[in-house]
């Protein structure tokens, strides 16, 4: 098995994402407008209030915002990633291919990723032209933020996606990960706008260290300057990624022995 | 384990076993009681081998471990006890092998196709993860679609096909990345009778004679079985109670024993009377003209001595006989011989 030969089987699994997402034609036209209208009714929002806890992250509230739900969508994409591969209808059929698990994983995930990124430019294009948003992008920071969030998240995806093949019925992790990123994750407001007691739990998830670093390093700040939180989200990744996978493959090792992989 | 040159295919003390929980309706479960689990031995002690270049039948009512064990030799399925290897490599040790050396159909023709692309567009993505080569790619691709006879219709949405041509299309999947061994779960299931003909003397004609692929054909259809495969076994409960050539599986039930009997106004009670009897083996009625009352019963005797005490039964339960043949014994009277009922029941 070349490497060569798992790029073209992840270009294939990409090649039949785009060819079916291309025929929900309604679809692409209501999820462009809807990341058009989202980013505009923010900006909006953004533009007429005032929070003035955000001088402590070096921006303006529509920045912060445009910033915040932009890349929200990557998480979101991540964190639904894995499940999104569990179609029970192809699923035994790519596993009795000779394809490992990471190039299913990594195939299967390509497009969504290539179109939520069409997605985030939509919402940047909107916040810069029509309110001004100014960003000053550090590339590699930049890059190395959003590649540490999406691993984290893919890592929470994997262990919803094992407890989904197990349970067959939805998984607790999504829900829950996703109402920690809307209360504590620094999308929407930050979390010095809570009581005390409320901000602490910020302190424990990764999503608060993603979309702090990621406000500094598209508004310039360099990697030294956000060090201390970069390294956080770094341990972070390295404790969910692997544990995603080890539960992902237990579970799925587990609905083989008890055959229930195709049950849904 | 025999030597595996000569086998394409060996199973050795091969056991499966699922727990399922039961729910009856009177018995009244809450979210913290516990259900009765209860277990089940789909493939029990399988000891089975397969020659390279065989058209092998698997026969047996459903729920009998057909498809479990085609799922354990295409690795999708892991064995509790046991060993089972496909083209020489260990299905638990070397799935990745044992991957390569096959072509799968499982029972649900449309399985794992994507509706909305074309035949050519789902199979080039099988290609690719199924380590065809990039280059000869396309050439493949249409080789396959034109041996079963899709050739045509490749570039329309999968979403348009016929069952027949879905099943084709699975077919052409399997053979992709030209395996020698091709495991073939109840292939002609759904379709018909047409359809189930054409793909029956493709895989007997061509995959199996012509290209001397190994074949794992299982059904619950006998005379599928019956006409296209080398040796049939027969899977009852999760063990084979037969193995042979269809020939000699009929053989087993001699000429005579088997009778065609058409009867006026008999009852049901009549029927489950006749059942009852030392010399009926089995015994299948339909009703052949409700308006005239005829009935009629297929049955296999004791021995061709029992015809004497049939007659008898009919005159004192004063039945009248319309039509009386001795028939040929057929693979399904051998195998509701093994098994005891009908492959339906």
């Known amino acids: 098995m070349t490497l060569l030969q798992e790029l073209d089987k992840i270009y294939f699994f990409m090649k039949r994402d785009i060819l079916s997402f291309s025929t929900y034609k309604t679809n692409i036209l209501l999820s462009i407008l809807s990341a058009l209208f989202g980013a505009l009714s923010y900006a909006f929002l953004g533009a007429n209030a005032k929070m003035q806890v955000l001088e402590t992250y070096h921006t303006d509230l529509t920045t912060y915002l445009i910033i915040g739900l932009a890349f929200n969508t990557y998480l979101s994409q991540s964190l639904t990633l894995v499940q999104r591969t569990i179609n029970p209808w192809s699923l035994e059929e790519v596993l009795v291919s000779p394809t490992g698990l990471v190039t299913f994983i990594v195939g299967s995930s390509l497009w969504g990723f290539i179109w939520s990124t069409g997605v985030i430019a939509i919402y940047l294009a909107v916040g810069i032209f029509a309110f001004g948003v100014v960003l000053s992008v550090n590339i590699i920071g930049t890059v190395l933020v959003v590649a540490l969030g999406i691993a984290t998240f893919i890592g929470f995806s994997m262990i919803g996606a094992g407890i989904l093949i197990l349970t067959k019925q939805g998984d607790p992790v999504t829900t829950v990960i996703t109402i920690a990123t809307n209360l504590f994750g620094n999308v929407l407001f930050p979390p010095q706008v809570m009581p005390e007691a409320l901000r602490v739990i910020s302190y424990f998830v990764p999503q608060y260290y993603f979309f702090t670093t990621i406000r500094e390093v598209l508004t310039g700040s360099s990697l030294q300057a956000i060090l201390p939180d970069l390294l956080i989200l770094i341990a972070m990744c390295a404790i969910i990624l692997p544990l995603g996978y080890l539960a992902y493959s237990w579970c799925l090792r587990t609905a083989k022995k008890n055959g229930t992989l195709s049950w849904f | ?345």
């Open chain 2, 1 to 345: 384990m025999t030597a595996t040159n000569e086998y394409a295919i060996v199973t050795s003390n091969l056991t499966k076993t699922y727990t399922s929980k039961i729910r009856r309706p009177e018995q009244r479960t809450s979210f913290f009681t516990r259900r009765n689990n209860r277990t089940v031995t789909a493939v029990n002690h399988l000891n089975l081998e397969i020659r390279r270049g065989e058209l092998f039948g698997l026969l047996g009512r459903n729920g009998a471990g057909k498809t479990t064990l085609v799922k354990i030799l295409c690795t999708l399925l892991p064995p509790d006890e046991g060993t089972a290897s496909v083209n020489g490599f260990d299905v638990a040790k070397q799935q990745m092998k044992v991957k390569q050396s096959i072509g799968t159909i499982f029972s649900v023709g449309e399985r794992g196709f994507f509706w909305r692309l074309t035949g050519y567009s789902n199979l080039e993505f099988y290609a690719a993860i199924n380590n065809v080569p990039r280059h000869g790619r396309q050439k493949r691709i249409m080789e396959v679609l034109d041996l079963v006879g899709m050739k045509e219709n490749a570039f329309e949405v999968f979403q348009k096909y016929s069952g027949g041509m879905k099943r084709k299309l699975a077919l052409a999947r399997a053979l992709l990345p030209d395996p020698p061994i091709l495991l073939l779960d109840e292939p002609t299931t759904g379709l018909d009778v047409v359809s189930s003909r054409n793909i029956r003397e493709f895989i007997r004609n061509d995959l199996s004679r012509k290209a001397g692929k190994t074949v794992l054909y299982t059904t619950h259809y006998i005379e599928e079985a019956s006409q296209i495969c080398d040796r049939v076994a027969i899977m009852n409960k999760g063990q084979l109670i037969a193995l042979d050539t269809p020939d000699a599986l009929r053989s087993r039930v001699k000429k005579g024993e088997v009778v065609d009997v058409v009867v006026k106004n008999m009852t049901d009670a009549q029927i489950n009377t006749l059942r009852g009897v030392d010399d009926v083996v089995s015994l299948a009625a339909e009703i052949q003209d409700a308006v005239s009352g005829k009935t009629r019963l297929r049955m296999r005797l004791e021995n061709v001595d029992s015809l004497p005490r049939l007659f008898d039964f009919f005159f004192k339960e004063k039945i009248k006989i319309i039509n009386f043949k001795q028939e040929e014994p057929t693979l399904e009277d051998a195998f509701i011989g093994l098994t005891g009922a009908g492959i339906s029941e």
